[in-house]
């Protein structure tokens, strides 16, 4: 008959692993948003409400809605944001406020091309396809 012999386990025993890596899963999945781009201003209180009020306003019936808000519901973002940093930061953060078939940086260039006189169109460089404030 073979003699098996009992070696203590090394390390934390099975169950306890088991625990600390669903642990660390949950806490990785709580921070799972990505932060943003450092070069991004933190947007003010009232560039943040002007984008929520243009996205609640635009906002659609029903997912399969083809409702696209309307690049003018964005005017008053203008105003209340002080750069395009500023301005794209909060367009990051609330994209339901954006047409469907714009990206953040060609949406600004068309608000651009009607407002040059706002201070985030002045602020705008524009992108390769838009005007430049």
Do not use: H
């Not at 098996?4 to 386990?9: F, I, N, T």
């Not at 088991?18 to 806490?27: E, Q, R």
């Not at 105003?79 to 940093?85: F, I, K």
């Not at 500023?86 to 953040?104: H, I, K, V």
């Amino acid at each position: 008959m073979v003699r098996r012999s009992r070696r203590p386990l090394r390390g934390p025993s099975r169950p306890a692993a088991l625990l600390a890596a669903l642990v660390g899963l949950g806490a990785a999945a709580c921070g799972n948003e990505d932060p943003p781009p450092a070069d991004l201003a933190s947007p003010s209180a009232a560039c943040v409400e002007a984008f929520t009020l243009a996205g609640e306003n635009g906002e659609r019936p029903a997912p399969a809605s083809p409702r696209s808000p309307d690049i003018d519901a964005l005017q008053e973002t203008l105003d209340a944001c002080t750069s395009s940093d500023e301005w794209l930061s909060a367009a990051r953060g609330n994209p339901s406020a954006l047409p469907l078939e714009l990206d953040r940086e060609t949406a600004l260039d068309q608000l651009c091309a009607t407002n040059p006189d706002t201070a985030v169109c002045q602020d705008w460089e524009g992108t390769d396809d838009g005007p430049a404030a």
